[in-house]
């Protein structure tokens, strides 16, 4: 079993305390980090937090689109529908798929960003920049809020160090 980071959670190298991705030695404790490792940690944290709740999310709502797409095909199927209803389930169908296929975006960006990979920087950007308008056109302003504070710390250029290895 290889050992983890006790920081960002990433893979030790076999024989090596310092992670590769953060950069902090493990043998040290939190109280010892010097400020700018502290805010490194920190920011690991925040990451890792952020890929879990987009997986969640992500799972959440592909599971949910998944019945609406079943539902919808045996409504599809079991109905003798008119051409105005096809046309409609037609849409409410691609409409339906187009959800799915973002959900399961945002589960594997969720999974990429625990992992701290290069292309969750400008990837996390564009996500949550979506989400943040689809939140406002939706009027959930809650959650445009939410997806801003995401904004703030996906785009921070200490998350571009961590995830672009320039620590
Ligand atoms: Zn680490």
């Known amino acids: 079993m290889s050992a983890k980071c006790k920081y960002c959670y990433s893979k030790l190298a076999e024989g090596s ?23 490194v940690y920190y920011q690991c944290r925040t990451l890792y937090t952020m890929g879990f709740l987009a997986m969640i999310g992500g799972l959440f709502s592909s599971v949910i689109l998944l019945f609406a797409v079943v539902a919808m095909g045996l409504a599809v199927l ?73 904004i703030y710390y996906i785009a921070s250029p200490l998350t571009k160090k961590i995830l672009y290895r320039e620590l």
């Open 78 to 150: 079991t109905h003798q529908a008119s051409p105005s209803k096809v046309g409609n389930a037609a849409f409410f169908a691609v409409f339906t798929v187009a959800s799915l296929g973002l959900s399961v975006i945002w589960f594997i960006f969720g999974f990429a960003l625990r992992r701290y990979r290069r292309w969750c920087y400008g990837a996390g950007i564009a996500v949550y920049l979506l989400a943040f308008i689809l939140n406002v056109l939706a009027k959930n302003f809650l959650w445009a809020f939410f997806s801003l504070i995401f």
């Open 17 to 39: 305390s310092i992670c590769s991705i953060c950069k902090i030695d493990s043998v040290k404790t939190a109280k010892d980090l010097t400020g700018e490792e502290k805010k």
